[in-house]
């Protein structure tokens, strides 16, 4: 068992839809969860980090981490084309710890 | 502020030839990272640099794989001999001291082995 999935997709949505990606992890000791966007032959962009539990918003983008059932979500509202990329969740169980990460979802926002 | 640089952007061998990646981070992060990311899967961290020292290497294939950072800036990695299944993309990525969490990645060296 992988200690990060994800599925990989891809996910095809309209334009304007809200886009739900998520995780699930093995490790209950992961502490620092983050979500990159990866683009088609570039490098991964990180969208945003959450500490333990919770919510955080920027933006278009929501992240929520359940600790309790060891799955992560990113929410994108009011999708666009230009979101269009590879969603890669990455975890870590604190602050100088190597990163994890899943395999990627591939979404797909058609105009 | 200039974000991750690496060169090449892609590079093609005959498996058993030498190659050598480099990489300059942004400026001011003491820590220094390069992954392996094989088509499919996410980024597969190889070793870890704080300032000129290394932090893990635990996952970087030792007898085929080399690499150094010398005065804490600039990177290289090098892969002699190589497989056929090295063929991925190497990304570099680098952050401020202790923060782990917030990477900032370079566009990656696309590696072909024939």
């Known amino acids: 068992q992988k200690e990060v999935e994800q599925d990989p997709g891809p996910l095809s949505v309209p334009e304007g839809a809200i886009v739900s990606l998520n995780c699930t992890y093995s490790?209950?000791?992961?502490?620092?969860f983050m979500w990159y966007r990866q683009y088609s032959r570039k490098g991964p962009e990180l969208l945003m980090y959450?500490?333990?539990?919770g919510n955080k918003e920027d933006g278009r983008f929501t992240a929520q981490v359940d600790k309790s059932s060891k799955y992560i979500s990113l929410f994108i509202r009011d999708s666009q084309p230009s979101d269009s990329a590879t969603y890669l969740c990455?975890?870590?169980?604190?602050?100088?710890?190597?990163?994890?990460f899943g395999s990627g979802t591939r979404l797909l926002v058609r105009p | 502020e200039a974000g991750v640089a690496q060169s090449p952007r892609y590079k093609i061998i005959e498996k058993r030839q030498s190659v050598a990646f480099w990489c300059n981070p942004i400026?001011?992060?003491?820590?220094l990272y390069w992954y392996q990311q094989i088509l499919g899967q996410g980024p597969k961290l190889l070793i870890q640099?704080?300032?000129?020292?290394?932090?893990?290497d635990s996952q970087l294939p030792k007898d085929r794989f080399s690499a150094e950072r010398l005065k804490g800036v600039d990177s290289t990695l090098k892969i002699q001999p190589a497989k056929l299944e090295d063929s991925a993309v190497y990304l570099c990525?680098?952050?401020?001291?202790?923060?782990?969490?917030?990477?900032?990645f370079g566009p990656g060296t696309r590696l072909t082995v024939t």
């Open positions: 490790n209950s000791a992961f502490q620092y």
């Open positions: 990455a975890m870590s169980v604190d602050s100088s710890y190597k990163l994890i």
């Open positions: 990525a680098s952050s401020l001291d202790g923060r782990m969490y917030e990477q900032y």
């Open positions: 959450t500490y333990s539990s």
């Open positions: 400026s001011g992060h003491a820590t």
């Open positions: 640099f704080q300032n000129n020292g290394v932090v893990d």
